[in-house]
């Protein structure tokens, strides 16, 4: 309820009130946080090296178009007036004038006034308000005085009543007064202008010459002309307003230009003609209404010295810029011409703008998108519905269809289509606009639509997707084709659609595709790839131009034969104020217009930028301008401007290049910082581009040192560290191997020594091996022959007993025989005892035996036997018994063991035995 009963109050508001709007000059404004600076601006000039000069009260202003420059005179006083003359810039202060000259990258002041004792009197009014130069002479006029100067002397001549200005004509200085009309000054002597009575109790605040007649420009009562040697009022409807708007400042920009600057409402300018004029003031563009000072550069656009401020109005630009300040207008979705005035549908309404007056058609408040133009009518899709107006004060809803974003007219059928909030609606009857029906099947917002064939339509969804809609004569949809998701493109935001030369180009995810009808496929458009990757939008104008935005940049682009020409549209024209994806273009003969968040700019489309020329680098480091003998440090930044003639229009985009490296980098605003920077040679060239090449324009070349650690010196320190190094890392390696060599002879002694006593060690301890092993095998033949010899005398021991026995018992001698015999043949060693004491015996030689065997395989075991005994050391007494036989037999058995062994006489058994 409460919007709605807003929403009638702006209604109500809307249709009593129109609003002042124009077409104006794009004007550029700088305030004092621009340059730094104070508020007024009491004399602008353009010096011969292209930069504006601005007396700004304490400050001595300079701008390149690319940095302020802010300077103060030695004592201070506030700068009044500025002259340029060659390289100087001439200034004047109170009680002080002089003339500055840019030294190095600064400017410098040299006083022609100090010392020289020729401001005195009681007069306080000596600030020189007007610097101007005649027949090589330089004059500095205070309202009191003026001061003649030449290279030799300066003299002064005192005024006969206080003056406002002193002017130039005809190589003749006038001196107007501030009551007392006018004089002419011959001679160092002033003579009045009699005829001219009527310029008396008139402040003059200027006079020029135009086609042969003498203009004067007064504060309060209006513009003059000479004509037949009298003055006469200036016949012109302006002339009334401006002497309620105290004319201050006035200038003829060329035959059919003039500027006048007041102090209440800016400043007019006349086409002289038409006799037309815009003003331009606070209200549609500048920040101060109260004009000082006019200057005119090479292009002829005008520099404006405010009351607070600066100001740059490009009046020969061909762009002009419709802004509404009051914020009525609303944000501008498209545009369209009307008789004597333009048609606006904005997301406030529908808004014509006639005569410099903005008004809002009727009932049409709310969020409008599009205009058709249908002979002397207009289609307008508009939040609520679709209407129609005739192009003066009638608008009419024709049905129902809200939200038309693009109304379409087919080229192959006599139809009309409209994409809207809820899909795509077709017009059968292209003269009834209420008969309508939806394409069935895509029931989605639909922003975009193009066609290439009948029974065919593109169309792009508001957020993402690209569809193929098919339908039959009667329009009944046979197949909706989400074609991006079928040729398995994914990241499908934003699909744009582009009718060009009977073709329809689609932009999806950066690449260009074109519909293979055959295949049914998508397809990469190579033309386009080429030359428009990488962009953010493209806008149609007509079959042979469009605009492309990209990196913020708009560019117009026709194709010519096979290649496409570019002309930037400076970005300052609408920065900041594109409705990005809702950018249109309507065009009207040669003139395009673009709609922006607050209005729209106009531009011509055939216009040519002016011939570039004078383009030069300066560089900065610390602050100060980089010369031959600047010394870069190296990882160090360097500020780079990029200096024009041009301030405006023709002002080219620049891209460089840095020791040629790849690509053309774009330059904001001809301000360039390098950072961390390597050493050496350090090489930029700078480029335009002329439509279809990269232009050479300048090369600019410094140096960069090396690091401070690869400086001469630190290379010295470096050679001296490494050589020191190397000589101690060699005379410590030296004392280290004489050391080792020492070291190495002691272990190796150390090594000897230990050796000779390990094999000491290791001789004795297989010596005490040896010999315990000898007196191991010592003691266990002496442990056998002592076990053989103990079997035999027990045995032996056995049989005297028991023989004791029976001698003692028995008397009978037979019996006594035979009971010896019995007794001798009890005790004798049994076959059993024998074979145990062999096997054990064998047992315990089994290694000696062993290697008898494999040493001798001739030997019996009879032969071993007695080998055995003879290295346990037995006598042949003592082994006759052992062996059971006689001693004769052991003999015998020696003598042939001998022979078998191959003994030679000198040679023992029992030594022979022992060794095996």
Known sequence: MKFKIILLYITAFFATNSFAQELLPFVENFTKSDYNGDNQVWNVAQGNDNAMYFANNQYF????????????????????????????????????????????????????SKGKNIFYGSSDNEEVWKIFKLNGKIYFQTFNEIFVHDDLKTIKLKFPYQVSYCYVVDNQIYVATVKNGVYLMENNTFVKKENWQALEQNVIHNMQKYKGKLYFFTKNNGIFIEENNALIPWNHPLNAILKKEVLVTAKFIDDSTLAIGTGLQGIYILNLNDNSYINVNRKNALKNNSILSIAVDNEKDLWLGLDNGICHIEINSPVKVFTDNSGILGSVYSISTIDNGYLFVTNHGIFTCRNKSLEVVSNSQGQVWDIFKKDNEFIIGHNDGTFIYDGKSVLKKVNEVNGGWKFLQSQYENVYFQGNYSGIVVYEDTNDLSKWKFLDKLKKPIRNIAQKKPGELWAADTYRSLYRISYDEKFNV???????????????????????????????????????????????????????????????????????????????????????????????????????????????????????????????????????????????????????????????????????NLFGFSRPDIFYKLNDSDGFIPIK?????????????????????????????????????????????????????????????????KIRYLEKIKLNEEE????????????????????????????????????????????????????????????????????????????????????????????????????????????????????????????????????????NISFRGVELHRYRLRKKLNLNSEETLSKFMINV
């Open 748 to 883: 190796l002694k150390h090594q000897k020594e230990i050796l000779e006593l390990e094999l000491n060690a290791e001789n004795k301890l297989k010596l005490q091996e040896y010999e315990k092993h000898i007196l191991e095998i010592e003691v266990q033949n002496k442990a056998y022959e002592v076990a053989g010899k103990s079997l035999s005398i027990a045995k032996q021991s056995e049989m005297i007993d028991s023989i004791q026995q029976i001698l003692e018992k028995e008397n009978d001698l037979s019996q006594l025989k035979s009971k010896i015999k019995k007794s001798i043949k009890i005790n004798a060693i049994n076959k059993n005892e024998w074979e145990s004491f062999e096997h054990n015996l064998m047992q315990s030689h089994e290694e000696f035996v062993h290697k008898l065997s494999n040493k001798y395989p001739i030997l019996t075991l009879k032969d071993i036997k007695l080998c055995i005994y003879l290295k346990m050391n037995l006598s042949s007494k003592e082994i006759a018994p052992l062996m």
């Open 478 to 644: 046979k197949n909706v084709e989400n074609v991006s998701q079928s040729n398995g493109i994914t990241n499908d935001y934003g699909v744009k659609l582009f009718s060009y030369k009977n073709e329809v180009l689609f932009l999806i995810d950066n690449t260009w595709y074109v519909y293979n009808s055959i295949s049914g496929k998508l397809v990469k458009d190579v033309v386009f790839n080429k030359s428009f990757k990488n962009i953010s939008d493209i806008i149609p104008i007509d079959d042979d131009n469009f605009l492309v935005l990209k990196n913020g940049t708009l560019y117009s682009v026709t194709q010519v034969n096979q290649d496409f020409i570019w002309s930037s549209i400076p970005e300052k024209y609408y920065e900041g104020r594109n409705i990005i994806e809702n950018i249109k273009v309507n065009k009207s003969g040669n003139q395009l217009l673009m709609n922006l968040d607050d209005g729209f700019i106009a531009f011509d489309l055939k216009s040519a930028k002016k011939k570039i020329k004078n383009v030069f680098a300066e560089a900065y480091y610390h602050g100060n301008l980089i010369d031959d003998d600047t010394k870069i440090d190296y990882n160090q930044s360097v500020e780079v401007n990029i200096i024009t």
């Open 669 to 733: 605003k001809g301000h360039l910082v390098l950072n961390n920077l390597s050493s050496g040679n350090q090489e930029l060239e700078f480029y335009y581009n002329d439509g279809t090449n990269f232009v050479k324009l300048t090369t600019y070349e410094f140096h960069v040192l090396k690091p401070w650690y690869f400086s001469f010196w630190m290379i010295l320190i470096y050679i001296v560290i490494i050589a020191g190094s190397f000589f101690v890392y060699y005379k410590f390696n």
């Open 61 to 112: 202003l300079r701008y390149n178009g690319v940095k302020w420059e802010k300077y103060t005179l030695p004592n201070k006083t506030i700068i009044r007036s500025i002259f340029i003359d060659g390289d100087k810039i001439y200034s004047g202060s109170y009680k002080e004038f002089g003339y500055w000259k840019r030294i190095e990258g600064k400017m410098v002041y040299f006083s022609l």
